[in-house]
């Protein structure tokens, strides 16, 4: 029977990447990428061959009959992002749902997720926690952010770098400038950097030093 095969890839280091995953990469019939430029060079790097197709945030809804029609006349898919687990702030939410309404079997291989390793690595409780993502950029970002002041979890967060300060300044406002937090950026890559402390500090330390890189802050509960 078709399966759909969710299958995360690193975050950085190559060395990240399972036997598993490679093996399901190249037994599929079809790799779905969100860009196959990117993901071209680590199925060079891992010898995989198997045939690519774009699979974005632009397109993902298009795309899905074609895939589910692909699936059920027999083919075994692998869906891939850039980097880390499928449908985690990435496309795969709607394919898989529409999978598992359609009753086609979907298997998500474990690996990669930026959020694990910054949790773990922030020192702040990691017995319960929520995993916001990407804040609202404009919409809905004031209401969301009066909302998670009152939040007693650890919080979860990601950001791109050129938005970092204002998304900390934001934290400081609302959160309050003593809450802790921590700034993990460029995991598993060379330049690894994990910064903690008060929101306050925080934003200091990268007022004075320009943020670069793939980042997940970490805030702890009210």
Do not use: W
């Amino acid at each position: 029977m078709s399966k759909l095969y969710i299958v995360p890839t690193p975050i950085g280091n190559l060395e990240d990447m399972t036997f598993r995953a490679i093996r399901v990469l190249k037994e599929v019939d079809l790799i779905l990428a969100e860009d196959t430029r990117t993901s071209g060079k680590l199925l060079k790097h891992f010898e995989i061959s198997t045939h690519m197709q774009s699979h974005h945030m632009h397109n993902e809804h298009k795309m899905v009959d074609s895939v589910l029609q692909k699936l059920q006349s027999g083919q075994h898919i692998a869906l891939i992002s850039d980097a880390g687990t499928p449908a985690i702030s990435d496309p795969g939410f709607l394919l898989t749902r529409a999978c598992v309404q359609e009753q086609i079997p979907v298997e998500c291989l474990p690996g990669a997720t930026a959020f694990v390793p910054a949790l773990v690595n922030s020192g702040l409780p990691n017995d319960k926690f929520v995993f916001e993502g990407f804040l609202p950029v404009k919409k809905g970002r004031q209401t969301r952010l009066k909302l998670l002041a009152e939040e007693t979890r650890t919080m979860i967060f990601y950001e791109s770098p050129h938005k970092l300060i204002k998304t900390l300044t934001h934290f400081c406002e609302y959160f309050g400038e003593n809450r802790q937090v921590s700034v993990s950026r460029e995991l598993t890559k060379l330049y690894e950097e994990t910064i903690r402390g008060t929101a306050k500090e925080v934003l200091y330390h990268f007022e004075n030093k320009t943020p670069k890189g793939e980042i997940v802050i970490v805030v702890a509960g009210k």
